[in-house]
């Protein structure tokens, strides 16, 4: 009899779990986008294993480099993969530049310069080069000697269709593509005195923004209980219930 009464119990609790409403739960994917760092102001060249040019190592940039120039206000870019071998240095020149030094910096926004190849700016090129020299912290006996280095044999490579030439570091076997169409200049932006230059780097700002990938979205996952299921859970031999 109690055995009767409970089962009569349980289905009456079925009965009127029916009555209610169908339970859904929706679990939709929100993908996370990670904040743009600022763009640096000091990047390490990284040197390209297995590839050369005349004898000289290869090395491309991970990031990217801005740099504004007092004397003219001009903001020039580095993109990030692009390829220097400091080679706008003539080779007698070249024993001043340390690619794990200051110098290394300078160079890499002259080669840059000497790469797009601006009609009728080398000279002011040049006299960037020797500018950001001083500015990183080479001595001036060194800074004019590399810059009359590249002033007596630097003509030859400038503006050579050659130097346009981008490497992932991460994926050093594989041919890139240039991100963007070769620019007529190396000025992506004017600010007389470089004033506010350190604040518009440290905000993100990008010269050359990275494309970034649309993620891809999973549907939404629904999961819908009915008031039955609720009911096999309280019957002793239904449900999930393990044995």
Same mark, same amino acid.
């Given at each position: 009899?109690?055995?009767? %009464?409970? #089962?009569?119990?349980?289905?009456?609790?079925?009965? #009127?779990?029916?009555?209610?409403?169908?339970? *859904?739960?929706?679990?939709?994917?929100?993908? @996370?986008? =990670?904040?743009?760092?600022?763009?640096?102001?000091?990047?390490?060249? +990284?040197?390209?294993?297995?590839?050369?040019?005349?004898?000289?190592?290869?090395?491309?940039?991970?990031?990217?480099?801005? /740099?504004? !120039?007092?004397? *003219?206000?001009?903001? +020039?870019?580095?993109?990030?993969? /692009?390829?220097?071998?400091? $080679?706008?240095?003539?080779? /007698?020149?070249?024993?001043?530049? !340390?690619?794990?030094?200051?110098?290394?910096?300078? $160079?890499?926004?002259?080669?840059?310069? /000497?790469?797009?190849?601006?009609?009728? %700016?080398?000279?002011? =090129?040049? $006299?960037?080069?020797?500018?950001?020299?001083?500015?990183?912290?080479?001595?001036?006996?060194?800074?004019?000697?590399?810059?009359?280095? @590249?002033?007596?044999?630097?003509?030859?490579?400038?503006?050579? &269709?050659?130097?346009?030439?981008?490497?992932?570091?991460?994926?050093?076997?594989?041919?890139?593509? =240039?991100?963007?169409?070769?620019?007529?200049?190396?000025?992506?932006?004017?600010?007389?005195?470089?004033?506010?230059?350190?604040?518009?780097?440290?905000?993100?700002?990008?010269?050359?923004?990275?494309?970034?990938?649309? &993620?891809?979205?999973?549907?939404? @996952?629904?999961?819908?209980?009915?008031? +039955?299921?609720?009911?096999?859970?309280?019957?002793?031999?239904?449900?999930?219930?393990? %044995?």
């Amino acid at each position: 009899m109690s055995r009767t %009464k409970t #089962l009569a119990a349980v289905i009456g609790s079925g009965l #009127l779990l029916a009555a209610c409403a169908t339970e *859904t739960n929706t679990t939709v994917f929100v993908p @996370v986008v =990670a904040p743009t760092p600022p763009s640096s102001l000091t990047p390490q060249p +990284i040197m390209l294993f297995n590839q050369t040019k005349d004898g000289r190592k290869l090395f491309t940039l991970d990031a990217e480099f801005p /740099y504004c !120039d007092v004397e *003219t206000g001009k903001v +020039i870019v580095v993109p990030r993969w /692009y390829v220097t071998d400091f $080679a706008s240095v003539p080779w /007698y020149g070249q024993g001043f530049v !340390d690619p794990q030094g200051p110098t290394a910096r300078a $160079a890499i926004v002259h080669d840059w310069l /000497y790469t797009i190849g601006e009609p009728g %700016k080398r000279e002011e =090129a040049d $006299a960037i080069f020797l500018r950001a020299m001083i500015r990183y912290g080479v001595t001036p006996f060194q800074a004019n000697l590399a810059y009359q280095a @590249v002033r007596l044999g630097g003509e030859k490579g400038y503006g050579l &269709p050659t130097d346009w030439r981008f490497v992932d570091p991460k994926r050093q076997n594989l041919m890139q593509f =240039a991100p963007f169409a070769k620019p007529r200049t190396g000025m992506v932006r004017y600010l007389p005195k470089c004033q506010g230059f350190n604040q518009l780097i440290q905000t993100g700002w990008r010269a050359y923004p990275i494309k970034v990938e649309t &993620p891809v979205i999973p549907p939404p @996952v629904v999961v819908t209980k009915t008031p +039955i299921d609720k009911v096999k859970e309280r019957l002793p031999f239904g449900g999930d219930k393990k %044995k």
